[in-house]
């Protein structure tokens, strides 16, 4: 009995052992992206959702400052028409740059253009003091003609972030062409706004400008094609404070929160050539 049992332990081990030859053998017949040293890069265009956000406006000279309430305002993507007719930076894009200084842990320079106006066809809530004056009271914001508030981060909101990755595997599918992988993306950065505007028939003296901060999370699923090729959809997450930003004669600030719809193409560069 016990020489029965002595053997049987042994053929399990002998086993366990050749099973896991196999698979390390099955595995570095599939490539792995995302090992120590390899470089990425990658451009593509996005779609965003803000929260409502209330816009405090100080302007000394006049003896102004006063909140439009919980504004509500969408982005203007621009790739959904004439793309192929304007400049690639035109509509919102965005680039990622990273390097992975270890297997499936990367650092990222994350630069979303992210297009912000505030919709012209809403009722504003205005309150604080304009012209020395206390106000608390509701204008229409429906005459293009002559808007009570026009205001626009279009040539970006402009999210510059610097994030930690990292990368889960899904699958390959059996396939030594390809991998289909999830990254998990976490940072902080700063907002570098284009700030253009119009309050009370009064422009500002448009332009860009260091905003504020931002904190942001991304989830995205790449699929890398051949090794070095691959495509990447994203879902993120960002919160932005905006402070001293340029009005007529004066400085707003604002915070609000953003959901973004991306869509990548990249390239890898590893140091080392892939095992086949």
């Known amino acids: ?22 698979q390390a053998q099955s595995q570095e017949k599939y490539f792995q992206p ?8 990658s451009w593509g265009y996005n779609k965003e959702w803000y929260t409502a956000s209330s816009i405090h406006v100080k302007q000394p000279g006049l003896n102004n400052d006063f909140t439009f ?11 959904d028409e004439n793309i192929f007719k304007q400049a690639i930076s035109i509509p919102q894009y965005n680039y990622r740059v990273g390097y ?7 650092f990222e320079v994350n630069f979303d253009h992210t297009k912000y106006q505030v919709k012209q066809d809403q009722l ?25 508030l026009q205001y ?9 972030l610097f994030n930690l990755v990292h990368r889960k595997q899904i699958s390959n599918f059996h396939q030594k062409w390809f991998n ?42 790449r699929a890398t094609f051949f090794k070095y090729g691959y495509l990447e959809f994203c879902n993120k997450l960002v919160g932005a404070h905006y402070y001293n930003l340029k009005v007529y004669q004066g400085r ?24 086949s």
């Open 180 to 221: 289909l992988s999830l990254l998990l993306k976490g940072g902080v950065g700063v907002v570098i706004p284009h700030v253009q505007n119009t309050i009370f028939g009064q422009d500002n003296d448009q332009g860009f400008q260091f905003g504020g901060f931002c904190i942001g999370g991304e989830a995205a699923v």
């Open 100 to 106: 992975w200084f270890k297997d499936n842990w990367a």
């Open 124 to 148: 504003l809530h205005v309150k604080g003091t304009i012209d020395g004056k206390h106000v608390d009271e509701y204008r229409r914001n429906d005459d293009l003609a002559n808007p009570q």
């Open 252 to 275: 707003a600030k604002q915070t609000f929160g953003c959901y973004e719809m991306i869509a990548n193409i990249g390239f890898s560069v590893p140091l080392k050539k892939y095992k």
């Open 34 to 41: 995302g090992k120590k040293g390899e470089f990425y890069g």
């Open 69 to 79: 309430v919980r504004v509500q305002a969408k982005d203007k993507p621009g790739w």
């Open 1 to 22: 009995m016990k020489k029965t049992v002595k053997v049987a332990f042994a053929i399990l081990a002998v086993a366990v052992m050749f099973t896991a030859q196999v």
């Open 152 to 160: 626009q981060l279009n040539n970006g909101a402009n999210f510059l």
